[in-house]
């Protein structure tokens, strides 16, 4: 095998690999799908028990409400990439994402980037003692859930 040949295939094949469609990446599976609802799950717990404490209680225990405002922040950023691929009820039968997710990905996509930018801002409304307005973006966002869930999401 001549020399050029020899030091161009690695390069070759790293474009090779490059260029595979997207057709040709690994597929969701079953425990892509249960980690998904999963982390839901425990975002709407932690959602809710902040939302009592902040709305509900009008607590003032600023550093007890950053606990769950920072466990909000973390795991929804597991959130983007496990929407990467489509899984359709037929193939996931436990899968709650409605067919809207994949056939209006934008908006979709909007509405999580939003999701995720109001969980921030409340922590910062918490981390700087500002309670009342983080008690009011809570409530915008819970607004928000509730009209993204009619959309994209199966109950």
Same mark, same amino acid.
């Given at each position: ?13 790293? $474009?090779?690999?490059? $260029? ?7 597929? @969701?599976? !079953? ?9 839901f799950d425990e975002? &709407?717990?932690?959602? =809710?028990?902040?939302?009592? =404490? ?5 607590? &003032? ?11 909000l922040v973390e ?8 929407? &990467? ?11 709650? !994402? ?17 999701? /995720? ?10 981390? =700087? ?7 009011? /973006? @809570?409530?915008?966002? !819970? ?13």
């Open positions: 095998m001549p020399v050029f040949l020899r030091s161009t295939l690695p390069v070759l094949f790293l $474009l090779c690999l490059a $260029l595979l469609p997207v057709a040709a990446r690994a597929e @969701i599976t !079953a425990e892509d799908v249960n980690l998904r609802i999963d982390t975002i &709407d717990r932690l959602f =809710k028990a902040l939302r009592f =404490k902040v709305v509900n209680q009008r607590s &003032d225990n600023r550093q007890g409400a950053m606990v769950y405002s920072r466990e795991l929804s950023y597991r959130l983007p990439a496990l929407f &990467d691929e489509p899984s359709p009820r037929e193939i996931y039968p436990q899968s709650r !994402a409605r067919p809207e997710i994949w056939n209006r990905k934008a908006r979709y996509d909007f509405l999580l980037d939003e999701f /995720l930018d109001n969980l921030e801002m409340i922590h910062d409304h918490l981390d =700087k003692g500002q309670m009342s307005q983080a008690g009011q /973006l @809570i409530d915008r966002t !819970a607004q928000s859930c509730r009209r993204c869930h009619n959309t994209f999401r199966y109950r």
